[in-house]
T-cell receptor, first 113, second 112 residues
Framework: DVKVTQSSRYLVKRTGEKVFLECVQDMDHENMFWYRQDPGLGLRLIYFSYDVKMKEKGDIPEGYSVSREKKERFSLILESASTNQTSMYLC????????????FGNGTRLTVT | TQLLEQSPQFLSIQEGENLTVYCNSSSVFSSLQWYRQEPGEGPVLLVTVVTGGEVKKLKRLTFQFGDARKDSSLHITAAQPGDTGLYLCAGVKKAAGNKLTFGGGTRVLVKP
């Protein structure tokens, strides 16, 4: 089974802090994704990556950046955290071109105070 | 306004009852997925439907893709407490680079 591991289950940060959310997958998947999940809004795509050092903006990239230096690791960065970035963050991976079967991590609940 | 609207947003039923969750859009999708998310975990893919009018069954769960590929439904027969969770539909549009668009989710609570 694919395992997608997010480094933290819960994080509490202060406004203005730089925040790193880490995600690692163990199945050599090409594609990795970052979503945020808010009640009633479902999952919204922040950024995704189809290859190492490659990134593409999703639907809500403002205030976020990403890094993919190694195939198995995809990091989400909040340069200057704000309270409206309080949310559940989900990382996912999928295999190959056109594969839409996403494998999700268990999420990181981030609170910005 | 969301591209995919799920209804109802919340459903609470007794064990043994049936339930139906709807996923509607004004857009056409090349395929549609259903995920279930349990508390403290990420969503897990249940099924993908591709053809208009397609019906897929997964034990007590029946998934249907609308003829026009704009809507889908999930029906659970004789619900059990283990069916409790957040059900999410997600549509794929080739014109959008094959990215998934998620609905807002339906939270289902099955009481014993």
């Amino acid at each position: 089974d694919v395992k997608v591991t997010q480094s933290s289950r819960y994080l509490v940060k202060r406004t203005g802090e730089k925040v790193f959310l880490e995600c690692v997958q163990d199945m050599d998947h090409e594609n990795m994704f970052w979503y945020r999940q808010d009640p009633g809004l479902g999952l919204r795509l922040i950024y995704f990556s189809y290859d190492v050092k490659m990134k593409e903006k999703g639907d809500i990239p403002e205030g976020y950046s990403v890094s993919r230096e190694k195939k198995e690791r995809f990091s989400l960065i909040l340069e200057s955290a704000s309270t409206n970035q309080t949310s559940m963050y989900l990382c996912a991976s999928s295999q190959g071109t056109g594969s839409l079967r996403l494998h999700f991590g268990n999420g990181t609940r981030l609170t910005v105070t | 306004t969301q591209l995919l609207e799920q209804s109802p947003q919340f459903l609470s039923i007794q064990e043994g009852e049936n339930l139906t969750v709807y996923c509607n859009s004004s857009s056409v999708f090349s395929s549609l997925q259903w995920y279930r998310q349990e508390p403290g975990e990420g969503p897990v893919l249940l099924v993908t439907v591709v053809t208009g009018g397609e019906v897929k069954k997964l034990k007590r769960l029946t998934f249907q893709f609308g003829d026009a590929r704009k809507d889908s439904s999930l029906h659970i027969t004789a619900a059990q407490p283990g069916d409790t969770g957040l059900y999410l539909c997600a549509g794929v549009k080739k014109a959008a680079g094959n990215k998934l668009t998620f609905g807002g989710g339906t939270r289902v609570l099955v009481k014993p």
